[in-house]
């Protein structure tokens, strides 16, 4: 059974498209189709129910992908492991990461990365659902938040810490939440399903039911509803990180610690070995992400004035 053969049926079944995987591959669609079907006659089964419009995999197919996706990591680990001494490591790394957190974070660090590293082909997907990695032929995935059980190595880059915050324009025209009680009479931005927000205070936990004009999968868009004044929302401190040090959002409720076991991750899929491309792109981000959050400045501190406006102090020096 041919290697090459083996790589083909597994890119088509990821990408389910045979003229994609020809161009990924520098190969026609007509060839694609023939290699798919000399591999079907060579086991005498069908991998792929195949239409002018659609390929889907077989109950068959996806049993042998199983083992052939096994197979060709082991190859690559076995090259790998006589390359592992390569000063310049090289091929291809396919990234997903969210949305808000790739733009942010990732498009500075990823730029950096290539510059390093010249010869590795960095492809990054932006999207704020939660891809299948062996399917979908991601090496690594970047997600934030608190990780469900899953088969995949997880690599914790930086915490992930949550803050509550507002606009000043907001806080002036509706008053600073004092406690988390308060937030019941405030509008509140909900990220997902996310309507209860939960704090803590010297070692007492505190949940709060919360509701608002807005509701939202995606948290860049929140994060603008936030800064144009149309409520309280809870985020990642790293996602709202630019609007706290321009002062176009403020913290609230800073006595109470939002209560969570995020993180930021690499969650790349179980292997004996690590390929090289693999391993500098985990530590590269492990130290990117230390070292942005140890230079970032503070964000500057709010008040409000006796007349009820909102005004940011910034700090000398």
């Known amino acids: 059974m041919d290697i090459q053969d083996m790589r083909i049926f597994a890119r088509v079944a990821a990408v389910q498209n045979l003229t994609a995987v020809g161009t990924e591959l520098g190969l026609t669609p007509g060839t694609i189709s023939k290699r798919i079907q000399a591999l079907e006659d060579e086991l005498s089964a069908r991998l792929f129910d195949r239409t002018t419009r659609s390929i889907r995999i077989t109950e068959e197919g996806s049993a042998f992908l199983a083992h052939v996706l096994r197979i060709l990591s082991e190859i690559e680990a076995a090259r790998a492991s006589v390359d592992d001494k390569v000063s310049k490591p090289k091929g291809r790394l396919k990234i997903a990461a969210p949305a808000c957190l790739g733009q942010r974070y990732l498009a500075p660090a990823l730029c950096e990365f290539v510059r390093m590293y010249p010869e590795i082909d960095v492809h990054v997907d932006l999207r704020d659902r939660q891809v299948n990695l062996q399917e979908e032929g991601y090496d690594v995935a970047i997600r934030t938040g608190a990780l469900s059980d899953s088969s995949l190595i997880a690599k914790r880059l930086a915490p992930d810490r949550h803050v509550v915050v507002a606009s000043p324009d907001y806080v002036a025209r509706r008053g600073l939440p004092r406690r988390p009680a308060d937030l019941a009479q405030q509008d509140c931005l909900v990220l997902g399903e996310q309507g209860q927000w939960a704090f803590s205070k010297d070692g007492v936990n505190i949940a709060v039911r919360v509701k608002g004009p807005l509701r939202s999968n995606n948290g860049e868009m929140l994060c603008h509803a936030a800064v144009d004044g149309l409520g309280l929302l809870r985020a990642s401190e790293l996602e709202v990180a630019r609007e706290l040090?321009?002062?176009?959002?403020?913290?609230?409720?800073?006595?109470?610690?939002?209560?969570?076991?995020?993180?930021?991750?690499?969650?790349?899929?179980?292997?004996?070995?690590?390929?090289?491309?693999?391993?500098?792109?985990?530590?590269?981000?492990?130290?990117?992400?230390?070292?942005?959050?140890?230079?970032?400045?503070?964000?500057?501190?709010?008040?409000?004035?006796?007349?009820g406006r909102a005004k940011v102090q910034m700090r000398a020096g």
Not at 295 to 305: E, N, R, T, V
């Open 245 to 307: 040090r321009a002062g176009t959002l403020v913290q609230v409720l800073e006595d109470f610690e939002v209560t969570t076991n995020a993180a930021v991750w690499a969650l790349y899929p179980s292997a004996k070995h690590v390929l090289p491309r693999m391993r500098v792109l985990l530590d590269f981000l492990a130290n990117w992400f230390r070292d942005s959050r140890a230079q970032a400045p503070a964000a500057a501190p709010f008040a409000i004035l006796a007349n």
